[in-house]
C-alpha cells in the first residue's frame, strides 16, 4: 500500500518538475549556507561546549539529513491533518480497513525534500570518512539506529501536538507548533544548560535527533543511551497511538 | 478607504476568532532567536568577546531579533499562492474594486495587532530573565521614533516584495521555492540568523546592495542603539530607495500577471 502511495505521490510531484527541481535547489544552498556560517563562528573560537568544528559540521548535517527525511515522510500529512478533521474528510480515513493514523501520518510522501536529505547523506559520510574515520564496530549501527529512534520519537511528540485540532477547531498551522520547539535540536543539547540538558535528553528525547547519534563517534557508543533510545520511542509511539484513539472519540465530524 | 477599513475590522475579528493560529506563528518568530541566545552562551564560555560583540551584546541583539522578528515581518505569498493555485485570486481580486496591496496591508496589520498579545508579554518576559545582560539597555523616545518609522518602511517595502512572491505563483503554479529562496536571503543577508559582523567582510560588503539588510538589520541597529546620525541617513536614504524598487516591481508583476492569470473549474 505504501509503495502506491509513493508511486502516485510521484506523479504529482512531476506535474510541478520546476517547483520540485528550484526547491530542492534552494533546499541544498541553505544547508550548505548553515554549514558555512559555522565554519564561519569557528574563525572566532576553537570549540562550543566541548564541539569541535568537524563534530559541529557532522552534528548540523545530521540534523538537516534527519530534518529533510522527517518532511519527505511526514511533514506534508501532518499540514491536512487540520482540514481533514475541520473539513469532515477524516470520516473517509476512519470508514477504511487500515489504521488511521497510519494514513493520516503516511498517505503523502514528499519528494521535494528528498533530494536534500541525499545531498546530506553524501556529506555524512566524507565527514565520517575524513575526520572520525577509523570507527570501532558496530558505531555506525548504533548511529544508524539512534537516528530510527529519533525519528520515531519525534514523528510521536509532533503528531500527538497536532491532535489539538479534535478540541480548538480550525487552526491551520497547527503543524508548526511543535516546530520551535524542534528548533533546538539544530544545537548540541549538552550546551544547552543544566535545565534544558536533561530535560530534552530523558523527558522529551529531542537529543536523540542529532546530538545522541552524533556522540557516538565523538565519545563512543553509549549502551544505556540505545537502550533508553528504544524505550522512549516505543513509549512515545505508544502514548501517540493512545492520544490519537482518545482524541478521535471526540472527532464530530462536520459534514451533511 | 471605507471598504479597507471594514477589510481591517474583519481581519481583526478573524484574527481574534483565530488566536491560536496568531499564537503558534509567534511562537514560530519568537523561539528560533531563543534557541541562538542558548547556542550564544555557549559559545561565549570562556570568551570575552567574538566579533567585537560581548555576550551582553550578542543577547541583547537576540532580544532585538526577537521583537523584531514577530512584528515586521510580514507573510502575504503563501496565501496569494494558494489563492492563485486554487483558481480564487479572480473572485477576490479581479472582480472587486479591492487593491491587493491593500487588502494585504489591512490583513497582514490586524494578524499582527492580535500578535502583540503575545509578543508584548513574551518579551517583558525575556527581558526580565536577561535583565543581568540587558541592564543598561534603554530605548529614549527619540529613538523610538525613529525605530518606529524605520519599522513602518521595512514592513511595507517587504509587504511588496512579498507579494510579488506570491504573484509569482501565476507564472510557476507554486511560488514556495522562492519565498523559501526569499526567507533564506533575509535569515543570513538580514541578520536575523546570525548578526552580520561575523560574516566575512565580502559577505557584508553583498549586503550592502541588497534589501535584506535595510529591512531587518538597519532597524535592528536602531533599537540597539547601534546607528550613529550618518549611519541613520545612510540607512533611510537605502531604506526608501528599496521601498520605491519594492513597489516599482509590484506594479510590474501585478499588471503582468494579471495578463498572464488563468484559472480552472466551476
Known amino acids: ?30 544547508m550548505v549556507l548553515a554549514l558555512v556560517t559555522f565554519v564561519f563562528i569557528y574563525g572566532h573560537v576553537s570549540l562550543i561546549g566541548s564541539w569541535t568544528l568537524p563534530q559541529m559540521l557532522l552534528l548540523t548535517a545530521t540534523f538537516y539529513f534527519f530534518d529533510r527525511v522527517f518532511d519527505t515522510l511526514f511533514e506534508i500529512n501532518f499540514s491536512r491533518l487540520n482540514h481533514l478533521v475541520n473539513q469532515g474528510d477524516l470520516d473517509l480515513v476512519l470508514t477504511k480497513p487500515v489504521s488511521g493514523q497510519f494514513l493520516v501520518s503516511l498517505r503523502y510522501f514528499s519528494f521535494a525534500s528528498l533530494f536534500g536529505a541525499i545531498s546530506m547523506l553524501g556529506l555524512i559520510i566524507w565527514l565520517i570518512a575524513r575526520y572520525f574515520w577509523p570507527l570501532a564496530p558496530g558505531e555506525l549501527l548504533i548511529y544508524a539506529l539512534l537516528l530510527c529512534f529519533g525519528l520515531v520519537i519525534i514523528y510521536s511528540w509532533w503528531f500527538s501536538t497536532l491532535l489539538l485540532v479534535f478540541w480548538l477547531g480550525n487552526i491551520d498551522n497547527i503543524n508548526q507548533l511543535f516546530r520551535p520547539i524542534y528548533e533546538v535540536v539544530r544545537i548540541p543539547i549538552d550546551i544547552t544548560g543544566p535545565i534544558l540538558k536533561p530535560l530534552l535528553t530523558f523527558v522529551i528525547p529531542l537529543a536523540f535527533v542529532a546530538t545522541v547519534p552524533v556522540q557516538v563517534f565523538t565519545r563512543g557508543a553509549n549502551y544505556y543511551m540505545l537502550l533508553y533510545g528504544l524505550v522512549a520511542a516505543a513509549a512515545s509511539l505508544w502514548l501517540s497511538h493512545r492520544l490519537w484513539r482518545f482524541a478521535l472519540r471526540h472527532y464530530t465530524s462536520a459534514s451533511s | 478607504m471605507r471598504k479597507y477599513w471594514l477589510i481591517f475590522k474583519l481581519n481583526l475579528v478573524e484574527a481574534f476568532v483565530y488566536r491560536a493560529t496568531s499564537f503558534i506563528w509567534f511562537f514560530c518568530d519568537f523561539a528560533p532567536a531563543l534557541v541562538l541566545v542558548i547556542f550564544w552562551v555557549a559559545v561565549f564560555a570562556g570568551k570575552d568577546s567574538i566579533a ?16 523584531i522578528s514577530t512584528v515586521i515581518i510580514p507573510h502575504p ?34 494578524w499582527r495587532l492580535i500578535r502583540l498579545l503575545f509578543t508584548v508579554p513574551a518579551s517583558i518576559l525575556v527581558g526580565y530573565l536577561l535583565q543581568d545582560y540587558l541592564g543598561d539597555f534603554t530605548l529614549p523616545l527619540k529613538r523610538l521614533s525613529i525605530l518606529i518609522l524605520a519599522l513602518i518602511l521595512s514592513f511595507i517595502g517587504q509587504l511588496f516584495f512579498k507579494i510579488c512572491l506570491g504573484l509569482a505563483a501565476i507564472w510557476f503554479g507554486d511560488s514556495f521555492w522562492i519565498i523559501a529562496f526569499w526567507d533564506m536571503l533575509m535569515a543570513l543577508l538580514g541578520g536575523a540568523y546570525f548578526p552580520l559582523d561575523i560574516y566575512p567582510p565580502l559577505v557584508q560588503s553583498i549586503s550592502l546592495y541588497l534589501p535584506f539588510r535595510y529591512f531587518f538589520y538597519f532597524p535592528l541597529s536602531i533599537f540597539l542603539g547601534q546607528a550613529d546620525s550618518a549611519g541613520l541617513i545612510r540607512g533611510f536614504l537605502w531604506l526608501g530607495f528599496w521601498l520605491i524598487v519594492a513597489g516599482l516591481t509590484y506594479r510590474l508583476v501585478l499588471t503582468r500577471g494579471i495578463k498572464n492569470y488563468s484559472a480552472f473549474g466551476g
Open chain 2, 77 to 110: 505569498a503563501p496565501w496569494l499562492a494558494e489563492q492563485i493555485r486554487t483558481g480564487q485570486f479572480a473572485p477576490v481580486y479581479l472582480l472587486k474594486p479591492v487593491s491587493v496591496f491593500w487588502e494585504r496591508l489591512c490583513s497582514q496589520i490586524s
Open chain 2, 52 to 67: 567585537g560583540f560581548s555576550l551582553a551584546d550578542m543577547l541583547l541583539y537576540y532580544f532585538g531579533v526577537m521583537i
Open chain 1, 1 to 30: 500500500m505504501y509503495r502506491s502511495f509513493v508511486g502516485n505521490c510521484l506523479i504529482r510531484e512531476m506535474e510541478f518538475r520546476w517547483h520540485f527541481i528550484l526547491y530542492s535547489l534552494i533546499n541544498l544552498i541553505w
